[in-house]
């Protein structure tokens, strides 16, 4: 069975400070999807990464970086400078090719918040 | 991305009455999901909507209790029924897109708070 961990419940940052959430899976498949999607206070899941478990290579968006490792199973994120808008809920998800319609894992998230 | 509408945002309801919460699609999509969120909580799946058959349920979760119709493309209901104040959650909508569908774009949810 598929099985995403984020270890971390909350974290707290001052602002510019660069932060990374750890996300840690679990999958018998060969072949798998990873994501994170960010949670903000309004409550709208907004989708920022997807991952194919046959690409290794790191990505990096503006702020937002994310590697990707299969030898230790973890797919962290990084907030470089980080600012008071990205306080939210984020949460690691996996996806398996091999499951039925696409089901989604999600891990319990990380609230993070930056202070001003 | 598909854009995704919920109906209502919110609602604030009696226990032992129901409420049926809509996702609009602005495209057709053959996967529809519809997720519970408890306070503080993370994702879970309720069902799995295909248009044209029964929707597909997670173990935990039964159709007398959340019954979904599906009736064309772009367009999903989940009732709650018979609520409870264990039923007070974020419920969530999402669509599959992508070359295999697997990236789920999710709508903006529906807040219940039930008393």
């Known amino acids: 069975a598929q099985k995403v961990t984020q270890a971390q419940t909350e974290i707290s940052v001052v602002e510019k400070e660069d932060v990374t959430l750890d996300c840690v899976y679990e999958?018998?498949?060969?072949?798998?999807?990873l994501f994170w999607y960010k949670q903000p206070p309004s409550g709208e899941l907004v989708f920022l990464i997807r991952?194919?478990?046959?690409?290794?290579q790191n990505e990096i968006s503006g702020r937002y970086s994310w590697n990707f490792q299969k030898s230790t199973s973890s797919f962290n994120f990084t907030i470089t400078a980080s600012q008071v808008v990205d306080s939210a809920v984020y949460f690691c998800?996996?996806?398996?090719?091999?499951?039925?319609?696409?089901?989604?894992?999600f891990g319990s998230g990380t609230q993070l918040t930056v202070l001003p | 991305s598909a854009v995704i509408s919920q109906k209502p945002s919110r609602d604030i309801c009696q226990r032992g009455t129901s409420l049926t919460i809509q996702c609009q699609v602005d495209?057709?999509?053959?996967?529809m999901f519809w997720y519970r969120q408890q306070p503080g909580q993370s994702l879970t799946l309720i069902a799995t909507?295909?248009?044209?058959?029964?929707?597909?349920?997670e173990s935990g979760f039964v159709i007398d209790k959340f019954p979904i119709s599906r009736p064309n493309l772009t367009f999903s209901t989940l009732t709650v029924s018979n609520m409870s104040p264990e039923d007070s959650s974020i419920y969530l909508c999402?669509?599959?897109?992508?070359?295999?569908?697997?990236?789920?774009?999710f709508g903006p949810g529906t807040r219940l708070l039930v008393l």
């Open positions: 999958t018998r498949d060969t072949t798998y999807y």
């Open positions: 495209s057709q999509v053959t996967m």
């Open positions: 991952r194919n478990s046959f690409d290794e």
């Open positions: 909507a295909n248009q044209g058959s029964e929707a597909t349920y």
């Open positions: 999402s669509v599959g897109q992508g070359i295999g569908k697997e990236t789920q774009y």
């Open positions: 998800a996996l996806s398996e090719a091999s499951g039925s319609a696409r089901q989604l894992t």
